[in-house]
C-alpha cells in the first residue's frame, strides 16, 4: 500500500534493481536522476525517508519530511550530534555494540535487521504489522 522510491547514484541503482527484482517488490527508481533541487522536491512530496546518516535525510528533515535515520553505534557519528532534529523524526542503531570496525569496512550496521525498520515505518504511518 506504499510507493516506495529509491534515490542514490547509477551504480547504487544497478544493486537495487537486482535486489527488487530478486525479492518482487516494485520500486520507482530515481537513482542518477536528480539534481539537489530536485531531489529536495521529490523528498518534500514523501511521508516518510528511511536513510542512514546522508546528506538526504538531512534534506527530507528541512523539508519537513519524517525521517528515520540509520546510525552505527560510534560515537564519532553519535545520533545525539549527527542525528535528524525533526520532532517526529526516529533513530535506529545496532543494540549491545560499540562499533570499533576499520573505516570503510563496518559490518555492526548489519545487526539492524529489516523487521525492526518495517516496525520503525509502520508505526510513524500509523499501520499495524500484518
Do not use: F
Not at 523524526?89 to 569496512?105: A, H, K, L, N, S
Amino acid at each position: 500500500g506504499v510507493e516506495l522510491v529509491i534515490t542514490g547514484n547509477e551504480q547504487e541503482g544497478e544493486v537495487i534493481s537486482e535486489a527488487s527484482e530478486k525479492l518482487g517488490i516494485p520500486v520507482r527508481k530515481i537513482t542518477g536522476a536528480t539534481d539537489l533541487r530536485t531531489l529536495a522536491a521529490v523528498l518534500s512530496l514523501s511521508k516518510l525517508v528511511v536513510a542512514n546518516s546522508t546528506g538526504p535525510l538531512h534534506l527530507a528533515v528541512s523539508v519537513h519530511t519524517t525521517g528515520i535515520g540509520l546510525y552505527p553505534s560510534r560515537k564519532a557519528m553519535s545520533p545525539l550530534r549527527w542525528g535528524p532534529l525533526g520532532k517526529s523524526d526516529r533513530v535506529i542503531q545496532p543494540v549491545g555494540v560499540e562499533c570499533t570496525c576499520p573505516p570503510g569496512q563496518c559490518t555492526c550496521m548489519e545487526i539492524i535487521k529489516p523487521e525492526q525498520v518495517l516496525d520503525e515505518v509502520l508505526d510513524v504511518l500509523g499501520r499495524k504489522k500484518k
